[in-house]
């Protein structure tokens, strides 16, 4: 860890140190993404700290008042995300202390992260780049509309442990590193579809509880065909209750297809990355793309 980065910040009349994120309390963790209106359940808390690392920043008397985290995914890369201050301190420096924090421990990484609109200027003063807008779709979810039959030779099945070989190998190049152990907590948490061409995966797409209802994701496919294959289940098993996905496309036949079924766009956030190499598969030639995020976090 970079030494010249302070463990205690003064803010205002009152003093900030920091802690190690799994130290801290879930109700806590719960509460303080509940004061600027995130979505995350205690257990949803949990799942980011088991595949992550992070701090929170507390006050005085040991409340917790902010908290940033890091996602490994191999040896080179990482994700970053829940980056969380409560109102009183967005204004003075407690965001960039803990994303210095972050940087540090990730020294010589290349670095993906989705940023908000407020944060942007922030991730673009300590070097990250724009670059594509992700669109946040979520609402009461309706029947979708027909979609064309699977291709002849191609089958759709739920996925199990046994798949995670081959999911992983599809999902690399889409998402620009091997990410296997987040991959297998996602398959343990979530039900998920995969389109098969007889024992070769062509495209999957994952759901699990999140928030105020289940989030889909990640979706990866080489089209938006075979997108809609692997979503169109998820979607017909949860019509009349709340759904979100994390769309990489505005536009297209897949992402029509989501907002058919009631998922509108709700918000809109940026891409940003430290280097090329942190971008995602662009795809092209059969090749698989992320299509739905796993999470804002998760990427």
């Known amino acids: 860890m970079d030494t010249k980065i302070p463990q205690i910040l003064h803010v205002d009349a009152f003093e900030m140190r920091t802690a190690d994120i799994a130290e801290a309390e879930l109700s806590q963790l719960q509460a303080l993404s509940i004061a600027v209106g995130w979505p995350h359940r205690a257990a949803d808390w949990q799942h980011v700290r088991e595949v992550g690392h992070g701090f929170v920043a507390l006050d005085e008397i040991g409340r917790i008042s902010a908290s940033s985290m890091w996602f490994p995914h191999g040896e080179s890369f990482a994700t970053f995300g829940m980056l969380i201050t409560s109102p009183r301190l967005q204004a003075n420096g407690a965001a960039r202390w803990l994303v210095e924090r972050i940087l540090a421990d990730c020294a010589g990484r290349d670095l993906r992260l989705i940023s908000t609109r407020d944060a942007r200027r922030l991730y673009a ?6 670059q594509r807008t992700i669109y946040q779709c979520q609402g009461e979810a309706v029947t979708p509309p027909e979609t064309a039959a699977i291709a002849d030779g191609l089958t759709l ?11 992983t190998a599809l999902d690399a190049p889409a998402f620009g590193v091997a990410r296997r152990a987040h991959l297998v907590r996602l398959l343990e948490r979530s039900i998920s579809y995969g389109l098969y061409d007889g024992e070769r995966l062509l495209a999957y797409a994952m759901r699990r509880r999140f928030g105020r209802g289940h989030v889909i994701g990640p979706v990866v496919a080489a089209s938006d065909a075979q997108a809609i294959a692997v979503t169109e289940p998820h979607i017909r098993a949860h019509v009349g209750t709340f759904l979100r996905i994390d769309l990489r496309f505005e536009t297209g036949d897949f992402a029509n297809f989501i907002h058919q079924s009631g998922l509108g766009v709700y918000d809109t956030v940026k891409t940003m990355v430290t280097t090329d190499a942190a971008s995602y598969g662009e795809g092209g030639d059969g090749q698989p793309v992320v299509y739905g995020l796993a999470s804002q976090s998760f990427g």
């Not at 003063?125 to 724009?130: A, D, E, H, N, V």
């Open 125 to 130: 003063s300590l070097g990250f780049r724009p």
């Open 157 to 167: 099945r739920q996925m199990d442990p046994g798949d995670i070989d081959a999911l």
